[in-house]
C-alpha cells in the first residue's frame, strides 16, 4: 500500500502485480479487462477521480469515462462500490 501511495504521489502509475498477471493470462480474466481498465480500476480504489486518472494517465477525462464505462459493462456493475468487490481478489 505504501509503494502504491508513494508512486502515484509521485504521478506516477502503480499497477498491483497480480492484477498484471491476471490481464495477461486469459484464463485468470474471467471480465475480459485490458490492462489499461486495470490500472484504471487500481486508481479508483486509490481514490482518484475521473480527472485525476486522466491527468495521471495522459488521457482525457472523456477517454477515462469511457474505459470506466466498458468496465461496468463487462462486469455487470451498477456503481463504484459494486465494481470493486467484483474485481477484488477473494
Not at 495521471?56 to 463487462?74: D, G
Request: aromatic residues 4%; proline residues 4%; hydrophobic residues 30%.
Amino acid at each position: 500500500l505504501e509503494e502504491a501511495i508513494r508512486k502515484v504521489c509521485n504521478g506516477e502509475t502503480y499497477t498491483d502485480p497480480n492484477l498484471t498477471i491476471a490481464s495477461e493470462k486469459p484464463a485468470e480474466n474471467p471480465f475480459r479487462l485490458t490492462k489499461r481498465e486495470y490500472e484504471i480500476i487500481e486508481l479508483i480504489r486509490l481514490g482518484c477521480t475521473t480527472r485525476e486518472i486522466a491527468e495521471r494517465l495522459y488521457l482525457s477525462e472523456l477517454t477515462v469515462k469511457t474505459h470506466r464505462r466498458n468496465i461496468s459493462e463487462k462486469i455487470d456493475s451498477r456503481n463504484v462500490a459494486d465494481m470493486l468487490s467484483k474485481i477484488s481478489p477473494r
